[in-house]
């Protein structure tokens, strides 16, 4: 099994005014990503709006990143979004079948009405009888439509599975996340946060990397924290302040936002969303500026890290 660790995008889906996948602006996404510092990508995710897309498009989107990257980085993918267990298998062993590195599970599809570890684990088990024996797999506390956090227990039975590789940890809880990565210790079960208020903090606790949506504004301010913190940590301080502190700005129509950003720097040409049909940019007063000011902030650490260099 790949090690999946690092900064890993939650990857955006562009989509063409018609409302059909952009594929040569993902192509664009997807080298962008690459030439910015990700380690891997998670297709196929919420950021990707994943509950708006059909199997078909799920399966085509994810077979698309894993042929394209071409293993230049390895590719997680999740699409789990059916409520049964029967379409679950469904899904999921289409999505396997796209060659990805790792076959991520929704947390909350586990335990749809919150019913317990005892349902949790009964669904789990059903899934793993059911997908290929050989299939690396992760979990994604996906706040849609629920946040559901795993307990110690269910991590514990991950982690001694031996097929668990890794999880995007939602719990946005520095402590949860320490004593998440003491409880896996040992095991190929990578704990990676996802929230940016904790990132540097996190990863200095033993978070194998992030993957929290501004993956997709700066993934390689991100790659620089996690890789080389170490060699300036007075300046990773206040580098880690600036990730925080823009990353406030999810709260500004992503991840239609993000997409403003990207057309922006040409990588596709549309901003159309699935999630929503509100202009971003009218709605949320500033934020066009606040783009520019994130976008100008990020070029300056960048010159900073290029002088530590």
Not at 22 to 41: H, M, Q, R, S
């Amino acid at each position: 099994m790949k090690t999946i660790e690092g900064i890993i995008p939650v990857m955006l889906t562009p989509f063409t005014e018609k409302n059909e996948i952009d594929y040569k602006g993902l192509e664009n996404l997807i080298d962008w990503y690459i030439d910015n510092g990700a380690d891997a990508l998670f297709a196929v995710c919420q950021s990707s709006e994943m509950l708006f897309l059909s199997l078909e498009e799920r399966v085509s989107l994810s077979q698309f990143v894993v042929d394209y990257t071409a293993g230049r980085i390895p590719v997680i993918s999740s699409g789990h979004i059916s409520p049964t267990i029967e379409d679950q298998i469904i899904e999921l062993n289409a999505m396997a079948k796209t060659g990805v590195d790792a076959l991520v599970l929704v947390s909350n599809r586990l335990d749809p009405h919150n019913e317990g570890t005892a349902v949790f684990l009964r669904h789990l088990n059903t899934l793993m009888e059911a997908l290929p024996a050989d299939m690396p797999l992760g979990l994604y506390e996906c706040p849609a439509p629920y946040r559901r956090l795993l307990t110690d227990e269910e991590i514990q039975f991950c982690a001694h599975s031996g097929r668990f590789v890794v999880l995007k940890d939602v719990s946005c809880d520095l402590e949860t996340v320490t004593r998440r990565v003491q409880l896996v210790e040992g095991s190929p079960f990578s704990i990676i946060n996802a929230n940016a208020a904790i990132a540097y903090e996190a990863m200095q606790k033993g978070s194998k990397g992030f993957s929290g949506v501004f993956t997709n504004f700066h993934p390689d301010l991100y790659n620089w924290l996690y890789h080389h913190a170490s060699e300036a940590p007075e300046y990773a301080q206040q580098l880690s302040w600036f990730l925080s502190l823009s990353a406030v700005t999810e709260t500004l129509g992503y991840p239609k936002n993000a997409k403003v950003f990207h057309q922006r720097l040409g990588t596709f040409k549309s901003t159309h969303s699935r999630v929503t049909d509100e202009d971003v940019l009218e709605k949320f007063w500033g934020l066009s500026v606040i783009l520019e000011q994130i976008a100008a902030s990020a070029q300056w650490h960048r010159q900073q890290i290029k002088r530590l260099d």
